[in-house]
C-alpha cells in the first residue's frame, strides 16, 4: 500500500528513496557482475571479477599514468564542449526566436548533424593533424549540432502569450528577447547542456582512437591491444564516474539557480 502512492503518474517521491533506489541498481549489478565472475560462469578473460579490476586500477593509478590520463581527457571533453556551447546556444536561441534564422540554419544543422562525427576524423586528421585539436574538433562536432537543434526547441517552446505580453507593456524586441525570452529559456538550455556534456563524454573514445598518446580512449585502446580486460573496464567506469560527476554538478547547478521548479531529476 505504501509503494502504491509512490506509483503516480509525474509525482515526487522523497529524496530518501529516490538515492536508495539508484543504489540499488548499482547494488544489483554489481551482484550480478560477482555471480558471473566468482561463480565461474565467464572467463577472467573476458570478465575478470570486480577485485581483479580494483587491483589493477590501483596499480595504474600508482604505477602507470592513470591521472594524467584522466587529465588529458577532461581537457579535451571540456574544451571540445565549451566551444559547442559557446556558439550552440546562441544560434540555437536565434533559430528559435526568428523564424527566418530557422529556415537558413536548420536545413544545413539537420543535415550534417546525421554524420557521424568519427567519418570526420581522416579529414580532420588532413586538415589539423592529430594533435589535441583533432580530438577536441571530433567532440565538437559530436556534440554541437545536436545542441543547436534542442536549444532551438527550448527557445520555440516559449510561450507566444508571454512575448505578447511584453509588448503590450510596451517592451521592444530587444528587451523581449533579452527580458522574457532568455529567462523563461534559462532552465531548459541549463538541462540541454547537461545533457549534451554527456554525448561529448561518449565521443572521447573515438576521438582518441587515431594518433592519441595519452587520455582514457588512448588508455583503453592499448588495454586492448594486450588483452588486458580488466585495464579495459577501468578505463570505462572511470569514464563513467566522470560523466556521473558532471552530470551531479549540473543537477545542482540547476536545482540552485531554478529552486522553484519541480523536476524529475529530484
Given at each position: ?14 529524496s530518501g528513496l529516490y538515492i536508495g533506489l539508484g543504489c540499488l ?5 554489481m551482484a550480478v557482475w560477482c555471480i558471473l565472475t566468482y561463480g ?227
Open positions: 500500500m505504501r509503494l502504491r502512492q509512490y506509483l503516480v503518474l509525474k509525482g515526487n517521491i522523497p541498481s548499482f547494488a544489483v549489478l565461474g560462469v565467464v572467463p577472467a578473460l573476458f570478465l575478470p571479477s570486480p577485485s581483479e579490476v580494483a587491483v589493477q586500477f590501483y596499480r595504474m593509478l600508482t604505477e602507470l599514468n592513470l591521472v594524467g590520463d584522466i587529465l588529458a581527457s577532461v581537457y579535451r571533453v571540456s574544451a571540445g564542449f565549451l566551444l559547442a556551447s559557446l556558439m550552440g546556444v546562441p544560434l540555437g536561441l536565434l533559430m528559435g526566436s526568428f523564424k527566418l534564422a530557422e529556415g537558413l540554419i536548420e536545413p544545413l544543422v539537420g543535415f550534417v548533424r546525421y554524420m557521424p562525427a568519427s567519418a570526420f576524423i581522416p579529414l580532420l586528421i588532413l586538415w589539423i593533424g592529430i594533435g589535441d585539436l583533432e580530438k577536441i574538433a571530433v567532440i565538437f562536432i559530436g556534440t554541437f549540432f545536436q545542441q543547436v537543434l534542442m536549444i532551438r526547441d527550448v527557445a520555440k517552446n516559449i510561450s507566444q502569450e508571454l512575448i505578447d505580453t511584453s509588448y503590450t507593456l510596451g517592451a521592444t524586441q530587444r528587451a523581449a528577447f533579452l527580458k522574457v525570452v532568455l529567462p523563461a529559456a534559462l532552465p531548459g538550455i541549463v538541462d540541454t547542456l547537461r545533457i549534451t556534456l554527456g554525448w561529448a563524454w561518449t565521443y572521447l573514445v573515438v576521438a582518441e582512437l587515431v594518433g592519441a598518446s595519452s587520455g582514457l580512449g588512448y588508455m583503453i585502446m592499448e588495454a586492448q591491444r594486450f588483452l588486458r580486460t580488466a585495464g579495459i573496464i577501468v578505463g570505462i567506469l572511470v569514464i563513467g564516474l566522470l560523466g556521473l560527476i558532471t552530470d551531479t554538478l549540473f543537477k545542482a547547478l540547476y536545482h540552485r539557480m531554478f529552486p522553484w521548479l519541480e523536476r524529475g531529476t529530484q
